[in-house]
């Protein structure tokens, strides 16, 4: 009788979860982008921030729509995937202005700094650590936040 409780309690936790759990993969989409864009710009005065932008953008959608949807045919085969993008644009495009002007201090600041901060070895700087993993943790936030978004916005008008 227990049992019968535990195995229907696992199949609805597991039809909640994600198959192939799209959000853990944003960061590959993402990377790409970064590469494809910083490659042609790389001497641009603006091209570190383009690529940064344009790779956080990436990452942060694929996470935030990802974490709604099943499996890849859910968002191919999603009628209101616009709506729901452009739903979010606005939002992400003001957070977006505070993380490139957040990059563009990163890099003000850079020459500023003491060279036990900025020095390169092997595996980077102190300084370029911090810069990422601040990048990371905003892009995640602001993905569980538009996945909230989006689930509660259009999960309520289906109803």
């Known amino acids: 009788m227990f049992e019968d409780a535990d195995v229907e309690q696992r199949e609805t936790e597991d039809e909640d979860k994600s198959s192939i759990a799209l959000e853990r993969w944003a960061?590959?989409?993402?990377?790409?982008?970064?590469?494809?864009?910083?490659?042609?710009l790389h001497s641009h005065p603006w091209g570190w921030q383009i690529a940064?932008?344009?790779?956080?953008?990436?990452?942060?959608?694929?996470?935030?729509?990802?974490?709604?949807?099943?499996?890849?045919?859910?968002?191919?085969?999603?009628?209101?995937?616009?709506?729901?993008?452009?739903?979010?644009?606005?939002?992400?495009?003001?957070?977006?202005?505070f993380v490139v002007a957040g990059v563009t201090e990163w890099f003000r600041l850079r020459p500023v700094l003491p060279t036990w901060v900025t020095h390169e070895g092997r595996?980077?700087?102190?300084?370029?650590?911090?810069?990422?993993?601040?990048?990371?943790?905003?892009?995640?936030?602001?993905g569980f936040w538009m996945a909230a978004r989006i689930k509660r916005q259009f999960h309520e008008s289906e109803d």
Do not use: C, E, N
């Open 27 to 40: 960061h590959f989409p993402a990377m790409a982008v970064f590469g494809a864009l910083i490659l042609p």
């Open 123 to 142: 595996k980077g700087s102190f300084w370029g650590l911090f810069g990422w993993l601040a990048l990371a943790f905003a892009g995640i936030a602001q």
């Open 52 to 97: 940064i932008a344009g790779g956080y953008t990436v990452y942060v959608f694929w996470f935030a729509l990802g974490s709604d949807k099943q499996d890849l045919d859910d968002i191919t085969g999603d009628s209101l995937l616009l709506r729901k993008i452009a739903s979010q644009l606005l939002p992400h495009l003001l957070i977006l202005v």
